[in-house]
């Protein structure tokens, strides 16, 4: 095996300290943006996951409460270990918290991303939109709520 390219073997999924999230953000994200651009109203009260690889934090998403359900915004691994599982992983993690107390899971995404959703079980709705210059579409997934996912 290439010892380049770690297994996912020992990813494990914590809550994340807010500056390395909004650092990851800006360099994985909008790196072409001040950091300032990264930040959404409700990073105060948000659950920012992280997975950690080996103790390095390689991927973070941040959940938010909203009316009509979880919004999952600002999804990102770093370049490096893109493409080996880890996005995948930590989707099935979110969804899996989410569905502990909500019946719906949505989030704006780009659109070179929404293969990954798809396969996850979210459909596209409503209108697309342009963000930062980049096309976007809503997705969604409903959730059992209250199912058992200890
Ligand atoms: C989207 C993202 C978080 C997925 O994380 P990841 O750790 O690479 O996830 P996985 O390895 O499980 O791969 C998931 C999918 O992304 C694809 N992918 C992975 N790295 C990629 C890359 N550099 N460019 C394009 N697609 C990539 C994989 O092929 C896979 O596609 P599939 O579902 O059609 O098989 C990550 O690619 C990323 O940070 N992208 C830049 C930021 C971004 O677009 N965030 C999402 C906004 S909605």
């Not at 809550?15 to 959404?40: C, G, I, K, Q, Y």
């Not at 490096?80 to 704006?108: N, Y």
């Not at 409503?126 to 809503?138: A, M």
Request: proline share 3%.
């Amino acid at each position: 095996m290439d010892a380049a390219a770690p297994t996912t073997e020992t990813l494990t999924f914590a809550e994340a300290d807010f500056t390395e999230v909004l650092n990851m953000r800006h360099a994985v994200m909008w790196p072409e943006h001040p950091r300032d651009f990264s930040r959404v109203k409700g990073d105060a009260t948000a659950l920012h996951l992280g997975a950690f690889l080996g103790g390095k934090l390689v991927s973070v998403v941040s959940l938010y409460d909203s009316e009509n359900g979880l919004r999952l915004r600002k999804f990102a691994t770093l370049p490096e270990f893109q493409g080996r599982g880890i996005g995948s992983r930590m989707l099935q993690k979110v969804i899996d918290i989410a569905a502990k107390d909500h019946s719906r899971i949505w989030l704006g995404a780009r659109l070179d991303a929404i293969t990954l959703y798809k396969r996850f079980g979210f459909r596209e709705f409503g209108q697309r939109y342009e963000k930062g210059g980049r096309p976007f579409c809503f997705m969604e997934r409903a959730l059992d709520e209250g199912r058992d996912v200890s």
